[in-house]
C-alpha cells in the first residue's frame, strides 16, 4: 500500500476491535478437543483472511482525519444495522450461502453464535465499503447496503469478484494488474451507488432509476461485461478490460 506503520497499526486496530475480532478468536480457541482440529485452523485462517483484507481497504479508503474511536464505533453500528436486517438486505442466493455455511459448521460442533458469526465473515467484509457509501451519499446504511447489492447484481460483479479470487498468478505484474482490477471494480461500484442514492435516492428503486436513466449506453454496457466475465473463464486480461469499462461509469 505505500503507508507507514503508523497507519497499518491504526488500520488493524480500527478492523481488528471494529469487527469484534477478539471474541471470535476465543470462541474458536475455546473448542479445542471439541471439534476437528483442520476446522479449527480454516476458522482462523477465514478471520486472518478477512483482517488482511478489510485492513487494505482501510488503508486506501479510511479516513485518517477520524478518531480511531470513532471509527471502531462507526463500523460496529454499521455490522449491527446490517446484521439485524439481512434476510431484509441481503440477496437471497448470499443468505441461502451464509445459512448453509452456518449449518454445516454446526453439525461439525460449533456452537450456534459463533457458525452465525462466523457465516457472516464474508458478509462483514463488505460492511466498510457500504458503510462509506452511505457516508458520502448522506444515506441510510440499509439503503447503502441495497444499492451495494442491486449493483453487484446488475453487473454480476459477484460471480467476477469469486473468479478474480480464485486466480492464482506468478508474475508479479500480472498480480498487480489483478489488484488494481479488483480495486477499480470497487471503487466504480462505491461511485455508481453513491450517484444512484444522490439522484434517485427519493424513488422505490435508486439503482434501477439510475440504470434506466443511463439508458442504451449502460445496456451495451453491461451486455459487454457480461461476454467478457461469463461466456469463458476469468482471466488477469479480461478482467483488467471488464475493470476498465466500469470504471468509466464510475
Excluded at 476465543?26 to 476446522?39: S, T, Y
Excluded at 477520524?66 to 439481512?86: C, F, H, N, P, Y
Excluded at 437471497?92 to 452456518?102: G, H, L, S
Aim: charged residues 25%; contains cysteine.
Amino acid at each position: 500500500t505505500g503507508r507507514g506503520a503508523r497507519e497499518v497499526v491504526r488500520a488493524f486496530a480500527v478492523m481488528r476491535d471494529g469487527f469484534d475480532m477478539q471474541e471470535l478468536y476465543e470462541g474458536i480457541d475455546a473448542l479445542d478437543n471439541r471439534i476437528d482440529g483442520q476446522l479449527q485452523l480454516d476458522l482462523h485462517g477465514e478471520i486472518s483472511r478477512l483482517i488482511y483484507s478489510s485492513c487494505d481497504w482501510d488503508l486506501k479508503n479510511g479516513n485518517d482525519a477520524t478518531s480511531i474511536g470513532a471509527q471502531i464505533a462507526a463500523l460496529r453500528a454499521a455490522r449491527k444495522e446490517i446484521r439485524t436486517r439481512v434476510e431484509e438486505l441481503v440477496p437471497a442466493p448470499m443468505q441461502a450461502k451464509i445459512n448453509t455455511r452456518r449449518e454445516t459448521l454446526v453439525a461439525a460442533g460449533v456452537p450456534q453464535v459463533l457458525a452465525q458469526r462466523m457465516a457472516l465473515l464474508e458478509l462483514a467484509g463488505m460492511v466498510p465499503d457500504i458503510a462509506l457509501i452511505a457516508e458520502r451519499a448522506k444515506a441510510e446504511i440499509g439503503d447503502a447496503a441495497k444499492a451495494y447489492f442491486a449493483i453487484t447484481d446488475a453487473f454480476r460483479l459477484g460471480r467476477t469478484e469469486e473468479a478474480a479470487r480464485n486466480l492464482s498468478t506468478t508474475d508479479y505484474y500480472d498480480g498487480l494488474a489483478l489488484s488494481r482490477s479488483l480495486d477499480t471494480i470497487a471503487a466504480a461500484r462505491r461511485s455508481i451507488a453513491v450517484a444512484a442514492l444522490l439522484k434517485h435516492g427519493k424513488t422505490a428503486d435508486p439503482v434501477a432509476a439510475w440504470l434506466e436513466a443511463g439508458g442504451e449506453r449502460i445496456a451495451r454496457l453491461r451486455e459487454r461485461l457480461q461476454a467478457l466475465t461469463e461466456s469463458a473463464d476469468i482471466t488477469v486480461s479480461r478482467l483488467s478490460v471488464a475493470a476498465g469499462l466500469l470504471g468509466d461509469l464510475g
